[in-house]
């Protein structure tokens, strides 16, 4: 998945990942306000309003570790979260789409085991833990998000065509007269293979 291969572009480059659904995780795990705000919509894969979404991504992006730059994962999610960037100067060089057929998507998702203390992905078939359920370190529990059960991937799978999918061609046409690169890579296949396939590019 896109988390995955933003965690190895951002080790290979040392740059800080921005994952909005990491940061709407943890502020449920810690019962914030925007985590209460977050929780129901996200179980039924619903967006969180761009509204919210984009004051807590201007707000982690004006932080110092970001100056020489980060990497977005799962945002901008709609053309508004989009244009906010523009309207907050925020500058984007590339931007990677990951190309992957539904029936992937679904099973990928339907096996994906979370540790919630660590945020630390395992699936069933593809990258099992050592024990049935166990995380590896701690030997905690493992769950499955409540989004990733496959009635909610597919509703998820409508919501990103619906609102994420004209962003392909805002940010095609944009490369085309901007300074932005835009890479499009196959996401079929082990996660070593498409890094790999994104890092030859
Ligand atoms: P992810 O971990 O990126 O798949 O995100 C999980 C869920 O968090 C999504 O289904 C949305 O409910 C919410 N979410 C994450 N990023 C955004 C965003 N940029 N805009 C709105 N909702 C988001």
Redesign the pocket.
């Known amino acids: ?3 995955t291969q933003a965690e190895v572009l951002c080790q290979e480059f040392n740059i800080p990942h921005i ?7 943890e502020a449920i795990t810690a019962g914030t306000e925007l985590g209460k705000k ?1 929780k129901s ?2 179980d ?7 509204e ?2 984009v004051d807590v ?1 201007v707000e982690r992006i004006t932080q110092k570790d970001c100056e020489s730059g980060f990497l977005f ?6 053309i508004p ?1 989009a244009k906010a960037l523009d309207n907050n100067s925020i500058e984007i060089n590339l931007v990677i789409e990951i190309d992957v057929p539904d029936e992937v998507i679904i099973n990928r998702m339907s096996g994906r085991r979370v540790h919630v203390g660590s945020g630390r992905n395992y699936h069933v078939q593809f990258n099992p833990p050592k024990e049935d359920d166990k995380d590896d370190l701690t030997g905690e529990a493992l769950i499955q998000r409540e ?1 990733d059960k496959p009635e909610t991937v597919r509703d ?1 799978l409508e ?1 990103y065509r619906s609102q994420t999918l004209p962003l392909i061609n805002f940010y095609f046409e944009r490369a085309q007269k901007e300074d932005l690169d835009y890479l499009k890579t196959s996401g079929v296949g082990s996660p070593a293979e498409v890094s790999q396939l994104i890092l030859d590019k």
């Open positions: 998945g896109k988390g994952s909005t659904g990491n940061m709407l995780r977050a919509l996200m039924e894969g619903i967006l969180v309003s761009d919210v979404i991504v994962d799962g945002y901008p999610r709609t979260q989004d998820r919501v």
